[in-house]
C-alpha cells in the first residue's frame, strides 16, 4: 500500500503572500477531502505559524542549486525549479506516492478519485494552456518517488535553454512538461481540476465534480469575498 503524501513548497522572498496560514489552509482543505492515512508536508526554511497539520521539512542543501540557478546568459531563473527535488532519489523521505499543490489552490471537493491511477507519473492539461498544446501545469501532479529521476538530473540551465528554444518556455512546469508531456498519463479533462481561466471569479456555485481550483495569477482566493470560497477556506 502506498504512502500518500501532499507536498508544496513555501517560500517568500520578500513580495510573494504565500504565508505560513496559506500552508495551513490547504493543509486544512486536504484533511477534509482526502479521509485516507495521509503526510501533509511542506517544504520550507520558515518555521513559524504552521499549524499541528503540517510536517516541516527544510529544502535540501542539495536542491537549493535549483532555486537560485542562472541562465546560461547570467539571468536568474524562477525559483520555482526547487520542486522539481521532488524527482530526486532522495525525495523518497517524502513518502512512496505524492501529490504536489501550489499553495495558492483551494481544496474544494473529494480527492480521492484522484488517486484511482496507478501510473508513476500522473499530470494535469489545463483547459487553457500557453504555448506548446501539450503542456502540463505545475500546479498539481502526482508522482511515485523515485521514479522519472531523469526530470531532475537532467535539469541545468543549458537544458533549460535548450527547452526553451524549442517552445517550452516558463519555469518549473516549463521543464516538466519538456521531459514528460509525451508520454505521461493525464487526468481525464472531467476530474474535477480548475483554474482562473475557467471563469472561476463568476461561479455563484463551483460545479458538482470540482476538487482542485487554482488561483494562478491574480486575484487570489484571499483576495475576493464569495461564498463558495469562504466555505472552502473554513
Not at 33 to 47: G, N
Amino acid at each position: 500500500m502506498d504512502d500518500v503524501s501532499f507536498v508544496c513548497f513555501q517560500w517568500n522572498e520578500g513580495f510573494r503572500e504565500y504565508t505560513p496560514e496559506r500552508v495551513n489552509t490547504l493543509a486544512r482543505g486536504i484533511k477534509k477531502h482526502y479521509r485516507k492515512p495521509h503526510r501533509f508536508i511542506c517544504v520550507t526554511d520558515e518555521t513559524q505559524g504552521f499549524s499541528s497539520d503540517v510536517e516541516l521539512i527544510r529544502l535540501p542543501e542539495s536542491a537549493r542549486w535549483a532555486a537560485q540557478m542562472k541562465s546560461p546568459e547570467g539571468g536568474r531563473f524562477p525559483s520555482s525549479y526547487r520542486r522539481l527535488w521532488c524527482f530526486s532519489k532522495e525525495a523518497t523521505c517524502l513518502g512512496s506516492r505524492i501529490m504536489q499543490l501550489d499553495i495558492d489552490c483551494l481544496i474544494v471537493g473529494n480527492l480521492e478519485p484522484l488517486f484511482d491511477y496507478p501510473d508513476d507519473f500522473i499530470g494535469w492539461r489545463p483547459n487553457s494552456v500557453w504555448g506548446n498544446s501539450m503542456r502540463i501545469g505545475g500546479g498539481t501532479w502526482m508522482l511515485r518517488t523515485g521514479t522519472h529521476t531523469h526530470v531532475w538530473e537532467s535539469l541545468t540551465p543549458q537544458g533549460i535553454a535548450k527547452a526553451r528554444a524549442e517552445g517550452w518556455r516558463g519555469s518549473d512546469q516549463a521543464w516538466l512538461s519538456y521531459c514528460l508531456s509525451a508520454t505521461c498519463k493525464v487526468w481525464p479533462k472531467d476530474i474535477g481540476i480548475y483554474q482562473k481561466q475557467d471563469k472561476v471569479y463568476s461561479w455563484s456555485e463551483p460545479p458538482a465534480n470540482v476538487k482542485i481550483v487554482h488561483f494562478n495569477g491574480e486575484p487570489k482566493y484571499w483576495q475576493m469575498d464569495n461564498k463558495w470560497i469562504r466555505e472552502a477556506v473554513a
